[in-house]
């Protein structure tokens, strides 16, 4: 076993792993951190996406020992001091960016990054970044929407049927 410590959503902490424990299990089952989601275990998925140093990681292809003396922010990282949804948060929940839920701590994680980068993406760049993100319940549709509006952009006009 080796001490790992690193700072997580602005927290100092530190653990006992071993060189083989993955960051995101350090995460979960180290820290209870369950935000973040272990989909594939072959870093196929991003429901595990995290930020490390500020940019977005897949948490099950990366060893918590890598992350020694890293910033990490997880999901629940992203909502605002007084337990609040966050902006991207808030904008999945009010553009139904979701169903069953499960993809979305990495969708979330992904846009924050993708918005950092790039403040107000188009949708083709949107729907490009979110490439390495499996959702099976929502065709992705709600979830750029969610993305456009988090980015303060007008959103496309719905096609009358």
Do not use: W
């Not at 918590?64 to 991207?88: C, F, H, R, W, Y």
Request: net charge neutral.
């Amino acid at each position: 076993m080796t001490k790992v410590s690193m700072t997580v959503n602005g927290k100092p902490v530190s653990g006992e792993v071993e060189g083989r424990t993955l960051l995101v299990q350090f995460l979960r089952e180290g820290l209870g951190l369950t935000g973040t989601h272990v989909g594939c275990d072959t870093s196929q998925c991003g429901a595990c996406v995290v930020h490390v140093n500020g940019e977005a990681v897949k948490s099950c292809a990366v060893f918590a020992l890598d992350a020694e003396g890293a910033k990490v922010t997880t999901i629940e990282g992203m909502a605002k001091a007084d337990g609040s949804l966050g902006k991207i948060q808030q904008a999945f929940q009010d553009h139904h960016g979701l169903q069953c839920g499960f993809c979305t701590p990495g969708m979330v994680m992904s846009a924050a990054a993708l918005l950092k980068d790039n403040p107000k993406p188009s949708e083709a760049q949107i729907r490009k970044y979110l490439e390495g993100n499996i959702c099976r319940c929502t065709g992705y549709h709600n979830i750029v929407k969610a993305i456009l509006a988090a980015s303060g952009q007008k959103l496309p006009a719905v096609a009358a049927e």
